[in-house]
């Protein structure tokens, strides 16, 4: 079974900084799909990135962007320039291809003003 | 831009009732899941649907819950006889069928109180 561990249940950062939320999986898959997805408080979980495992290349999206490291099984998100509208929990998800996401337990980001 | 809708919000049941949650996928998308979050815990794994039958079910999905979709457009989750451990946050996604990275689009959940 597909396991993945957010290991920071909480975390702060200030306005304008550089945050990475870290995220592992366990799996014996060789092709699969990791995602980090946002929920704000109004609990509509958005997607922010995905990574294909075949990729070796990091996968970016204007400030936000991943170090995936497929030997170690380690997925992190890093929000540069974090905004207020940052505030929100983060769900790591994996999935193998086509199948039901796996989602960790989420780690809840607070952006300081 | 498109979205997963679910209706209703919020859902207040007494145990051993039965609950129909809606969702209203993406039109033009052909594979639809539930999940579950109870809270303060991970998002769960519930079933998968794809051209009119269930592909995938996890463990919670026992033979209280079953899914459907009665009309093309409606994709709904029934729990028969509810029990106080079915509170939870109900979230329906679904996602095209090829395309996109396998990206699901979630809704906004039901959130489902049984006393």
């Known amino acids: 079974a597909q396991t993945v561990t957010q290991s920071q249940p909480e975390m702060s950062v200030q306005e304008a900084e550089t945050v990475t939320l870290s995220c592992t999986y366990d799996?014996?898959?060789?092709?699969?799909?990791l995602f980090w997805y946002k929920q704000p408080p109004s609990r509509q979980m958005i997607l922010v990135i995905r990574?294909?495992?075949?990729?070796?290349q990091n996968a970016t999206e204007n400030r936000f962007s991943v170090n995936f490291q497929k030997a170690a099984k380690s997925f992190s998100l890093k929000i540069s320039d974090s905004q207020l509208g940052d505030t929100a929990m983060y769900f790591c998800a994996f999935m193998r291809l086509g199948n039901q996401f796996y989602f960790g337990t989420g780690t809840s980001l607070t952006v300081i003003p | 831009e498109p979205e997963v809708t679910q209706t209703p919000s919020h859902q207040v049941t007494q145990m051993g009732q039965e609950v129909i949650l809606r969702c209203v996928p993406i039109s033009n998308h052909l594979y639809f899941y539930w999940y579950r979050q109870i809270l303060g815990q991970k998002v769960e794994f519930l079933v998968s649907?794809?051209?009119?039958?269930?592909?995938?079910k996890s463990e919670i999905f026992d033979d209280q819950f079953s899914v459907e979709r009665p009309d093309g457009s409606n994709f709904t989750l029934k729990i028969r006889s509810t029990k106080l451990e079915d509170s939870a946050m109900y979230f329906c996604?679904?996602?095209?069928?090829?395309?996109?990275?396998?990206?699901?689009?979630f809704g906004p959940g039901t959130r489902l109180t049984v006393t």
């Open positions: 799996t014996s898959e060789s092709n699969y799909y």
């Open positions: 990574q294909e495992a075949y990729k070796q």
């Open positions: 996604a679904s996602r095209p069928k090829t395309g996109d990275g396998y990206e699901q689009y």
């Open positions: 649907f794809y051209n009119n039958e269930i592909s995938e």
